[in-house]
């Protein structure tokens, strides 16, 4: 049964929204009394003056039609976080999978707060060597087994899969995940994030300063957005964050 | 004498000049050889990528000038090619588009963050590294275009053989530590000193544990 008209509008109306990048992000509860709340969107701008093709099918040379594009339409996977803040600490878990062709961690990406740990949790039936560089950690994770590898420092801290393939090869599987130094929200696949109930920071003495915060985002391919930031209490506040290579 | 017999003299003094200053640089220097030896069994080197050994100095800055080669990073069928370079600190690094359709060069990697900017098939810009460690470079249109640059300090490393053995010439005499790094794990080193006209060697194990 074909939709009414009324809703085959509504559904073109959508989808002209959605294809303008008008990302209509809902305001969050209003915060509890004392504390701020930040919300907003993250997406993907392409470089000023480029014309992206609509597929690397497009492409006249042959060599270049299996070329991947960078997908702008979604970030895929962005973390906005507030630096100055205490750090939530939190625990990011990663799940080792094997199928008969590859190792592969899920999810691919997370997030968790400095002083907290990423879990590696092995669920084939084998053993499996994994590596965090920026933890100093190379551990062997007995089947049904975990490791525990502690995130202490701000940024990227990727993990591998390392053990020597079967059947010759590169080693496999690799994550990324992003340490913040502060309370973080992870963006939703089409870009929404919100930062709830964030503590205001109480300023050291009267008229003195509070400690200076900058609103942090992070990309796993772009480069990060810093923003100084202030909070006052009760503040809910709209951020919409643009990833560019500029 | 005839001048085919003077540039044959001449010829021979010049060789013979060059051979007496390879030879005296090689006494005035030091070579360092060893291996990478991994406690944790299940790992092979040769399928984690390149495994860099390098000399970084102890104590004393080290006083070098840096290679004046521009090593290349060609982008050719929408791939970064080679997809790994090893340069020294300070070197320049040039990356020409050698397909028909525009590419970016980019990093975040700081402090040697920079953005080439948009450019066409025959067009070549370059990066001057500022400091040591890796630096991953992407294009901002095509995914697949990924590389990574790994400057060292100093102008003395290798890259490991498939079985992790390495060797580094030329060194100038002095107390070092030999680094290893690659990207999948954990960098691992070892103090060396170097001696003229000596070859040190050194193990640099890289360990891990159970759970």
Same mark, same amino acid.
């Given at each position: 049964?074909?939709?009414?008209?009324?809703?085959?509008?509504?559904?073109?109306?959508?989808?002209?929204?959605?294809?303008?990048?008008?990302?209509?992000?809902?305001?969050?509860?209003?915060?509890?009394?004392?504390?701020?709340?930040?919300?907003?969107?993250?997406?993907?701008?392409?470089?000023?003056? *480029?014309?992206?093709?609509?597929?690397?099918?497009?492409?006249?040379?042959?060599?270049?039609?299996?070329?991947?594009?960078?997908?702008?339409?979604?970030?895929?996977?962005?973390?906005?976080?507030?630096?100055?803040?205490?750090?939530?600490?939190?625990?990011?878990?990663?799940?080792?999978?094997?199928?008969?062709?590859?190792?592969?961690? /899920?999810?691919?990406?997370?997030?968790?707060?400095?002083?907290?740990?990423?879990?590696?949790?092995?669920?084939?039936?084998?053993?499996?060597?994994?590596?965090?560089?920026?933890?100093?950690?190379?551990?062997?994770?007995?089947?049904?087994?975990?490791?525990?590898?502690?995130?202490? /420092?701000?940024?990227?801290?990727?993990?591998? /899969? *390392?053990?020597?393939?079967?059947?010759?090869?590169?080693?496999? !599987?690799?994550?990324?995940?992003?340490?913040?130094?502060?309370?973080?929200?992870?963006?939703? $696949?089409?870009?929404?994030?919100?930062? !709830?109930?964030?503590?205001?920071?109480?300023? $050291?003495?009267?008229?003195?300063?509070?400690?200076?915060? *900058?609103?942090?985002?992070?990309?796993?391919?772009?480069?990060?957005?810093?923003?100084?930031?202030?909070?006052?209490?009760?503040?809910?506040?709209?951020?919409?964050?643009?990833?560019?290579?500029? | 004498?005839?001048?085919?017999?003077?540039?044959?003299?001449?010829?021979?003094?010049?060789?013979?000049?060059?051979?007496?200053?390879?030879?005296?640089?090689?006494?005035?220097?030091g070579t360092v050889t060893g291996k990478?030896?991994?406690?944790? +069994?299940?790992?092979?080197?040769?399928?984690?990528?390149?495994?860099?050994v390098y000399l970084d100095s102890v104590?004393? +800055?080290v006083?070098?000038?840096?290679?004046?080669?521009?090593?290349?990073?060609?982008?050719?069928?929408?791939?970064?090619?080679?997809?790994?370079?090893?340069?020294?600190?300070?070197?320049?690094?040039?990356?020409?588009?050698?397909?028909?359709?525009?590419?970016?060069?980019?990093?975040?990697?700081? +402090?040697?963050?920079?953005?080439?900017?948009?450019?066409?098939?025959?067009?070549?810009?370059?990066?001057?590294?500022?400091?040591?460690?890796?630096?991953?470079?992407?294009?901002?249109?095509?995914?697949?275009?990924?590389?990574?640059?790994?400057?060292? +300090?100093l102008?003395w490393r290798a890259?490991?053989?498939?079985?992790?053995?390495f060797r580094i010439?030329?060194a100038p005499p002095g107390h070092y530590r030999a680094v290893m790094?690659?990207?999948?794990?954990?960098?691992s080193a070892q103090p060396v000193d170097v001696a003229?006209?000596q070859t040190s060697n050194v193990e640099i194990?890289?360990?891990?544990?159970?759970?």
């Open positions: 049964m074909k939709p009414k008209l009324g809703a085959r509008l509504l559904l073109v109306s959508l989808g002209f929204l959605a294809g303008c990048g008008g990302l209509a992000a809902t305001a969050p509860p209003a915060p509890r009394a004392g504390t701020a709340t930040l919300w907003g969107t993250v997406r993907l701008v392409p470089h000023q003056g *480029v014309t992206l093709p609509a597929s690397a099918g497009a492409y006249a040379d042959r060599a270049l039609r299996d070329a991947e594009l960078v997908d702008y339409s979604k970030p895929e996977f962005a973390v906005v976080s507030v630096e100055g803040l205490p750090s939530p600490g939190g625990t990011a878990t990663l799940v080792l999978r094997a199928s008969r062709f590859a190792t592969r961690f /899920e999810p691919r990406y997370a997030a968790v707060g400095v002083g907290g740990t990423v879990t590696v949790r092995n669920e084939d039936a084998i053993p499996h060597l994994v590596s965090s560089p920026r933890a100093g950690a190379l551990v062997s994770v007995l089947p049904g087994g975990s490791a525990e590898i502690p995130a202490r /420092e701000p940024g990227e801290q990727r993990v591998f /899969e *390392v053990s020597a393939p079967a059947g010759g090869g590169a080693s496999g !599987a690799e994550a990324s995940v992003y340490v913040a130094s502060g309370p973080f929200a992870v963006a939703s $696949s089409d870009g929404r994030w919100v930062l !709830a109930e964030l503590p205001v920071p109480v300023k $050291s003495e009267p008229g003195g300063a509070a400690a200076p915060l *900058v609103l942090h985002a992070w990309h796993p391919r772009f480069p990060p957005i810093d923003q100084p930031l202030s909070l006052a209490a009760n503040d809910s506040r709209r951020l919409d964050l643009e990833f560019q290579v500029r | 004498m005839n001048r085919a017999c003077r540039l044959l003299a001449s010829a021979a003094g010049v060789l013979f000049a060059l051979a007496a200053v390879s030879s005296s640089a090689a006494e005035s220097t990478i030896r991994v406690d944790l +069994p299940g790992i092979d080197l040769s399928t984690l990528g390149p495994v860099v104590g004393t +800055p006083s070098f000038t840096p290679p004046t080669d521009e090593p290349e990073i060609s982008q050719k069928g929408a791939k970064f090619e080679p997809s790994f370079l090893l340069v020294t600190n300070g070197q320049t690094v040039r990356i020409p588009n050698d397909d028909s359709i525009v590419h970016n060069a980019f990093s975040y990697s700081r +402090p040697n963050a920079f953005d080439l900017g948009l450019y066409p098939k025959g067009d070549a810009r370059t990066i001057t590294v500022r400091e040591p460690g890796p630096i991953r470079i992407y294009c901002s249109i095509h995914k697949s275009m990924n590389a990574m640059v790994f400057a060292t +300090p102008p890259i490991a053989d498939r079985a992790g053995a010439d030329g790094w690659n990207e999948r794990l954990p960098e003229a006209g194990s890289v360990g891990g544990s159970t759970r």
